[in-house]
């Protein structure tokens, strides 16, 4: 199959390694000199830039956190003047306030060549017509999957999210050869077929880009075997860029990170150390071309590992694991990233809810489902129906506001949750991933 | 001229309902009138009972979540539009009805139904000036 960018997708590792080094050195004294906040973490660190001699000097220069991008809300980890930023994305984030990043018109065309390089590598041409069922909006990846399959060429339908029948039709009549979607609505899709009487052959349908959630290869073999097609996996974080930063390649045998834009390390999430390579830890990621939003050591909370060895299909970019699993308490719902104390601060906010709650994350179908179990008491009980019901309403309300999602509001009796020595267990996830 | 009812929260799951009742049973306590509002999670038990604080006090303790609240009970003659003689008074002063259910036992040739009013107060009033027999909690408690 094709290479999109061969020079730099199969580059030798010698030169590879002097490439990174040079532009990592411009990222942190531009990261130093223009986001006060990294300026702050390097002088507490006492590192400055000079104290790159080499790559693995990086391990002395100081993580970045979701922590760090919620206190510098909204534009304070942007290295340039707004004016020169042509777009902006957010991600949910930990506290009811999203993240905020910013493009300038240099990190809009590097994303979408990252992005080509990521279809054309999962076999997608300019022959495909590309189905886009992302959600339009502030999330990174149905823009991001847009302009990489422009880049390449390829016909785009940007269906959005939604009105599954519909994207059949559509599927059928436009004859749609590459779906982009999450792993789950891919199943979806495979069950409103099955329901309306339709096999995979009634669509032209031969490959599948999916993410935005983690999901297992027993879940590959289902969706390709359903739908007839190759399915491939694709990994990207909006604080990092969005989707594009690594990708799998026909031989499926993990992600390869575009290493000439972003250096991988793998740590101990306890101790923070890096670790050898072949490691199971934490990927922390850095970005080497980023202008409006440059990210130093920036802690994903993924839980992966890296293999070095070059690929049969002769990228010599390192590959990454399908993730395991976070470092941190995160739950990804229908490709959204939910944090129980998000549920935690909503609950406390409503007048009279006591924070005794569970979160209880469940298949419909392949649809995930979230339900928040509030245990009842007496200033959040009423004798009317009516109110209880508004009540209930009034929670979920708030809940989609903050959470992106639609969250079910289920009231239980009090003392219902269990406790484990006196902290309750906040999260039973019956999904099988 | 107002009534005190209990109403508990009760999860929908199998023994609930029981569970209230045996509580209420072993502390010697008599149900007079209920009705139960359900949705698939959860229902609203309502009940009137011969010794509300006693009732309440127990259910408490058992890790239930009681309210105590105010209704009226009314006398409504036992006839063709009987009821609806009495709703057509509220209605002209535009009070609502919460909900309302029927009381087991009648009182002499007449029914009894437990109201929750949205304007406890003036429905009492608007019953009373109409000549609506509206019966205090002493003799509900121990019909």
């Known amino acids: 199959m094709r290479i999109w960018d061969p020079d730099r997708e199969c580059m030798a590792r010698d030169q590879l390694t002097a490439l990174q080094f040079e532009q990592l050195r411009t990222t942190l004294e531009r990261a130093y000199r223009n986001v006060p906040c990294y300026q702050k973490k390097f002088l507490d660190a006492g590192v400055s830039a000079k104290d790159l001699r080499q790559l693995s000097d990086l391990a002395r220069f100081p993580f970045t956190t979701k922590e760090d991008l919620r206190l510098n809300y909204p534009y304070g980890m942007f290295a340039v003047p707004l004016r020169e930023v042509v777009r902006i994305h957010s991600s949910s984030g930990t506290t009811g306030k999203p993240t905020v990043v910013g493009y300038t018109r240099n990190d809009l065309n590097n994303w979408t060549e990252l992005v080509a390089r990521m279809m054309t590598a999962a076999g997608v041409t300019a022959d495909d017509i590309v189905h886009i069922a992302f959600g339009y909006g502030l999330f990174t990846g149905a823009f991001g999957l847009h302009y990489g399959a422009e880049r390449i060429g390829a016909s785009v339908i940007p269906i959005s999210s939604g009105n599954t029948e519909k994207q059949i039709m559509i599927m059928q009549d436009y004859q749609s050869s590459a779906l982009v979607c999450t792993p789950s609505y891919a199943l979806t899709i495979a069950d409103h077929l099955d329901r309306m009487g339709l096999g995979a052959d009634s669509l032209k349908l031969r490959v599948g880009l999916f993410g935005a959630e983690p999901w297992s290869e027993e879940m590959r073999r289902e969706i390709e075997s359903r739908l007839g097609i190759l399915a491939t996996d694709n990994f990207g974080l909006s604080e990092v860029m969005g989707p594009g930063v690594a990708g799998e390649c026909e031989y499926k045998c993990g992600m390869h990170i575009f290493e000439d834009h972003f250096i991988p390390e793998i740590i101990d999430p306890a101790t923070c150390e890096v670790l050898p390579p072949g490691s199971v830890g934490e990927l922390v990621l850095t970005t080497l071309t980023k202008e409006a939003f440059p990210m130093i050591r920036y802690r994903t909370r993924d839980i992966t590992r890296l293999h070095y060895d070059t690929c049969r299909c002769g990228r010599t970019m390192v590959r990454m694991e399908k993730t395991r699993g976070r470092s941190d308490d995160m739950l990804i719902v229908k490709g959204v990233n939910v944090f129980p104390t998000q549920i935690e601060e909503v609950l406390f906010q409503v007048e009279g809810c006591e924070p005794h709650y569970q979160l209880v994350l469940d298949r419909e179908g392949h649809m995930d489902t979230l339900e928040v179990q509030v245990e009842v008491n007496e200033t959040i009980f009423f004798d009317e129906m009516k109110k209880q019901r508004e009540f209930v309403g009034l929670v979920e309300k708030r809940l989609a506001a903050t959470l992106g999602l639609r969250a079910k509001v289920k009231l239980v009796e009090p003392a219902s949750i269990p406790r484990h020595e006196g902290k309750a267990k906040r999260v039973i996830d019956r999904r099988k991933t | ?143």
């Open chain 2, 1 to 143: 001229m107002k009534v005190e009812q209990i109403s508990i929260f009760i999860e929908n799951k199998s023994g609930r309902l029981a569970e209230v009742t045996r509580v209420l049973g072993e502390a010697g306590v008599n149900i007079r009138a209920l009705s139960l509002a359900d949705t698939s999670d959860f229902g609203i038990l309502r009940l009137i009972v011969d010794k509300t604080d006693t009732a309440k006090d127990v259910l408490k303790s058992k890790g239930f979540t009681v309210n105590k609240t105010e209704v009226v009970a009314v006398e409504v003659p036992d006839r063709p539009l009987g009821l609806n003689s009495i709703l057509q008074v509220l209605d002209a002063s535009r009070i609502n009805v919460e909900y309302m259910y029927a009381f087991v036992e009648r009182c002499g040739e007449n029914a009894v139904i437990i109201f929750r009013f949205d304007d406890t107060e003036g429905a009492i009033r608007v019953l009373t000036e109409q000549g609506v027999k509206v019966l205090v909690g002493e003799r509900v408690y121990c019909m």
